[in-house]
């Protein structure tokens, strides 16, 4: 399973280079996950309400091909794997006619309760993000 | 009393025209008054320990100069008006000499309780900046 | 004529009052400006080409209900006055069931061409911009 | 040599979940290795002027404690490698006793030149960037 969800360069999201700033390739991953989450019936936002966040801990990317204002550009994201510790995330951004891959990358991500401590991801969370390694 | 505190830009602050994008002189305005409280005694983050904020409820800028890469740029700031139910700060945005207004504006906010509800400003808040309109 | 442009707030759009951080409504703005001026034929991103802007002058914005994490939002967009020295668009983010007006607010812009001077705004720009005035 | 600049969490850099957005980190890289180079006689700035510059073609952060509104962080900068290809930095952010590594990582930086296109470093930048390697 892959989510695709387009989003569209605005000035804000550019530099002084004329190109995307680096670290916004990275909030979009954001809305990759959220979204093929959302698509597997795990709407990250009830899960924050009972206290469970997965905030990320660790990233990486590669830029391949700068982005430009107005570009559309298409965040393609899938699960990596997922365990009782962790969830991985893969990601690339291609451009809108996905003949230029702009960039790649990864998140991971743990667990926490509402009092902030590292837990075991609960199994009914896994079992929902599993949905969408199929 | 005023409040002037140094930023520099940074490439995440520009965008594709090759100067700062807008919202972040909006963003440096945070800098200027929470420095300004701080000098007159107001940790604006104990206040938020007690559940106090003070929510932004209006801006304005005035763009008078486009600001660049790498400039140090001055936040000066000053107390506009304080009563029970609102603060208001004004910013003026200098170049480093300060022959350049690059910015002006002003933050209008209410206060908002550990529910989330506007309330009165705390007769000891109200003091504590009265101070920095001295 | 309305522009209506939908976003959904994501994590990095919110902060630790758990509301989304002020100066985002503003970049949000200029999604809406943008895809106003599309819908009226004007490529933002064309007259970039030719090396006319219209930079931020002036913005004022009032926010009136605080937004939340993975809300989706309405950003209604529409054209204040055009005329040879400036446009002004104004601007109300809603609920995404139009029940409550989370922001209003107004950005007004010059006309700056590839030099940087500012001058005044190209008929055929005004031409254009007035097909979203009617 | 190793470059070392604070900077203070205001409420723009953190989100919902009341910690620093993972982003800023990234952005916050920025300032390290512009203070790194500035200290060792390189400024970015003027490359830039003549039409070189740095982008990021990779980056890793791995997040280790999650920093807080108004907490002042240090950035810790030094270089990892420097050849006619690439230039690597490292990074760690620590709380302001130092006695919390916050967040460490890097970013690989490739050449390129006014045109846009990818070069091999010029000698005279790589000898520049080499002193803080001592």
């Given at each position: 399973?892959?989510?695709?969800?387009?989003?569209?360069?605005?000035?804000?999201?550019?530099?002084?280079?004329?190109?995307?700033?680096?670290?916004?390739?990275?909030?979009?991953?954001?809305?990759?996950?959220t979204?093929?989450l959302?698509?597997?019936?795990?709407?990250?936002?009830?899960?924050?309400?009972?206290?469970?966040?997965?905030?990320?801990?660790?990233?990486y990317?590669?830029?391949?091909?700068?982005?430009?204002?107005?570009?559309?550009l298409?965040?393609?994201?899938?699960?990596?794997?997922?365990?009782?510790?962790?969830?991985?995330?893969?990601y690339?951004?291609?451009?809108?006619?996905r003949?230029?891959?702009?960039?790649?990358?990864?998140?991971?991500?743990?667990?926490?309760?509402?009092?902030?401590?590292?837990?075991?991801?609960?199994?009914e969370?896994?079992?929902?993000?599993?949905?969408?390694?199929?």
């Amino acid at each position: 399973m892959k989510n695709v969800t387009p989003v569209r360069v605005i000035y804000a999201d550019t530099d002084a280079m004329g190109i995307v700033y680096h670290t916004n390739y990275i909030r979009w991953f954001e809305i990759g996950r959220t979204e093929l989450l959302r698509e597997a019936g795990f709407i990250y936002a009830d899960w924050g309400g009972k206290g469970y966040h997965l905030p990320v801990i660790e990233v990486y990317c590669h830029y391949r091909q700068a982005a430009r204002y107005d570009q559309v550009l298409l965040i393609e994201t899938s699960v990596g794997h997922v365990n009782r510790a962790t969830v991985k995330f893969n990601y690339t951004i291609w451009s809108e006619d996905r003949k230029k891959e702009m960039v790649e990358g990864y998140t991971i991500h743990a667990c926490i309760n509402a009092q902030g401590k590292v837990v075991r991801l609960p199994w009914e969370m896994i079992d929902i993000i599993k949905r969408a390694l199929d």
